[in-house]
């Protein structure tokens, strides 16, 4: 895919993701890895609904803005992911409904905040472990992503909001919608006795991946 072809696509999954409300005014970030070096993302305070290809922020791997308008602050912990989970070539965050009411329960299990009712869950997110609150732009978001990147594809900020990984920008914006809906049947499950997928079942589709 060509650099045009990237920024094009950005647009289209920023806007089809807005559309459908899983983002709202401008919170809420994106970025795909160019190369080893350069990542596109999401300018600082840009509405999902409203992005132009052409002036979306390129910065480098230490942080540097390069092109295109100013990048979110949020950037910062997009690039401490890459520099620790190489598979990840995308990152979405978002502070979507279900997943950010999600992040604000008291006592949630931080190490996963969803245990595995469907299997769709398992094969795109599998765990999902909870960061302890920062306010925005601290930099412990930063080193605690980094330290959680080798070993988990997706991510949940208490009191703010999840941050998920791909393998390109595609796969990225499927997890992510696919770790919404979850958090979505999580709340419409409440009190209801839920049949849980087993153990060994979560390891044959960890196994399978999607
Ligand atoms: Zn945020």
Known sequence: MTEQEQREQLVDLAKSMFDRGYATGGAGNLSVKLDHDRVLTTPTGSSFGRLNADSLAVVNMSGEHLSGEKPSKEVAFHLEIY???????????????????????????????????????????????VIDYFNPGDSNIATELGRLAPNYRAYLLANHGPVITGSNLLDAVDNAE????????????????????SDSDIRILEKKGV
């Open 178 to 197: 696919e770790l919404e809906e979850t958090a979505k049947l999580y709340f419409l499950l409440q009190g209801q006795d839920i049949a849980y997928i």
């Open 83 to 129: 520099k620790n989970r190489p598979s990840a070539n995308a990152i979405v965050h978002l502070h979507s409904t279900y997943l950010t009411a999600l992040s604000c329960i008291k006592g949630i299990n931080k190490s996963n905040a969803i245990k595995p009712f469907t299997p769709y869950y398992v094969m795109r997110v599998g765990n999902l472990p």
